[in-house]
């Protein structure tokens, strides 16, 4: 009987996106399988490629709007709208893919841009922001974010004089579950990502460290230690310091919205993947959250990656099976050429298809 696949696959940065990845597996399952109904659905947990999984998955409106990027350069970024909902990606507006690598700098890139777009949004009327924190070049705890914020409600003022309507509510998307400050915090783990010398991580820390007191005595609470509070360079902290943000993580925030639960009901399988996979990925990345929600309708997953370590620990969590999509003695320039990416997935998923036991099939 034909089956029902579902294909959700994490981008492979640096090489593919989630949508490229995902053509070439359903194209590699209909090479063996032509009679298949294959299910393509763009994923995200908030970083690049956050508000193209909305965009294909919904009918929403794109809203165009003048910001600045990390270094205060002038750009262009868009959001989206859907009812009182704006979805925001923040790595649109101050995200490292819009600096080269040598002019990375976190001591001196802004989150200004991001507070460009909530500031938009807010101004048009939508009371429920959803902002994807992922892939920042930042890490000024979002001073930047909140500068642009009272810049635009009040101008010349300060925080005290910002009014936001009260009914705007906030929901900060991200798989980051660090906390502002210390070993595990924003600067720390994150910021050498970012171009930051040793010497500027001890700064980045010691900046955070003083911004977080002054903001605890000035409300009277202290969310820098709350999960999520280091995601995006300390972006996630303002949110939830200054705007009561609440945080989820960005794949289940996606997948409610798009009502993923509905394509796993009649699904006889899904194929889950990402650049890389280790037991890190069960540390709440994408195709963890695609395993959890598969389980719950009994529907096995397949992870297919780039690089695979740790596969035993990944089978006991449950994938059907974890394959690597690379021939033996590819280096790693030919697996990052996208040409290559996509017959290697081809290949691999149909591979998976023709040696996957009956037993490995959901039976609807």
Known sequence: MPKKIVVAIDSFKGCLTSKEANEAAASGVLTVMPDAEVVKIPVSDG???????????LDARWIEVPVRDPLMRRITA???????????????????????AEERNPMV?????T??????????????IVVGLGGSATSDCGIGMLRAIIDTFAPQGSWGDVRLPADVRFTIATDVTSPLCGKNGAARVFAPQKGATPEMVER????????????ARHFGYDCQDEPGAGAAGGLGYAFLQYLHAER???????????HFDLHLQDADLVITGEGAADRQTLMGK?????LQRAKAHGVPVVLIAGRIADREVLAEA????????????????????????????REKVGDILTTLPPANFCLN
Request: glycine share 12%; net charge neutral; aromatic share 10%.
């Open 248 to 258: 989820r993580p960005g794949i289940e925030v996606l997948f409610d919205a798009i």
């Open 204 to 215: 980045l820390e010691a900046r955070a460290r003083r911004f977080a007191a002054v903001s």
């Open 78 to 100: 868009q959001y989206l709208a859907k009812g009182d909902t704006a979805v925001i990606e923040m790595a649109r507006a101050s995200g490292l893919m819009l600096v080269a």
């Open 47 to 57: 970083g690049e490629g956050w508000l193209d999984a909305f965009g294909n998955a």
């Open 115 to 128: 507070g460009q777009l909530v500031a938009d949004a807010v101004r048009r009327g939508y009371r429920h």
């Open 286 to 290: 994408l195709p963890f959250g695609v």
């Open 109 to 113: 890139a802004t989150s200004y841009g």
């Open 318 to 345: 449950g994938f059907a099976r974890v394959e690597c999509i690379n021939p033996a003695g590819f280096t790693i320039e030919e697996a990052l050429i996208p040409q290559n990416a996509q017959k290697n997935i």
